[in-house]
């Protein structure tokens, strides 16, 4: 139990353009879904949650015009990157909460490079 | 200063031998704490939950110490399986996730 999925796995995408990335709980509800970014060597960054119904808490320094998330049911989050530059490139992974304890189940990672 | 530091190793580690590591915290209100792995270009999959009495599953340990604001993971035996990314969380009290960057251990044949 607790599978998240996403999707696309890996994009490559010019500069400018933007991408979408889904996640979706497989077979829980998820209340919560958190969005992080991890760049190579370095730890997993929060950028926002997301709770469903609701307007995404951005942490600090995450731009939420750019990085538009959108949680509209209990099983499926989407993160755009919008007007995406080279910096964007990064793995972008989401995890989903049930809401019953603090455990987060990740989904697989989506590896997102701009050229 | 980090929210959650870890000495980055990597730990290199004959097979079956024991390695253990610690990751320190700097808030003291932090509830939960757990250790994930991760694999290269994966995400982190959990490996533990670390309670304040300390919990053993099979080879690994893990172990709290709320005083000195410190968790740490043993893992005997190793294995060539065991070699990757060890990631600290700590959550806050609003269940908020902070990741450490990581320990990687590389076990060697």
Known sequence: GAVVSQHPSWVICKSGTSVKIECRSLDFQATTMFWYRQFPKQSLMLMATSNEGSKATYEQGVEKDKFLINHASLTLSTLTVTSAHPEDSSFYICSASSGRDYEQYFGPGTRLTVT | RKEVEQDPGPFNVPEGATVAFNCTYSNSASQSFFWYRQDCRKEPKLLMSVYSSGNEDGRFTAQLNRASQYISLLIRD???????????????????????????????P
């Open chain 2, 78 to 108: 190793s294995k060539l399986s065991d070699s990757a990314t060890y990631l600290c969380v700590v959550t806050d009290s609003w269940g908020k996730f902070q990741f450490g960057a990581g320990t990687q251990v590389v076990v060697t």
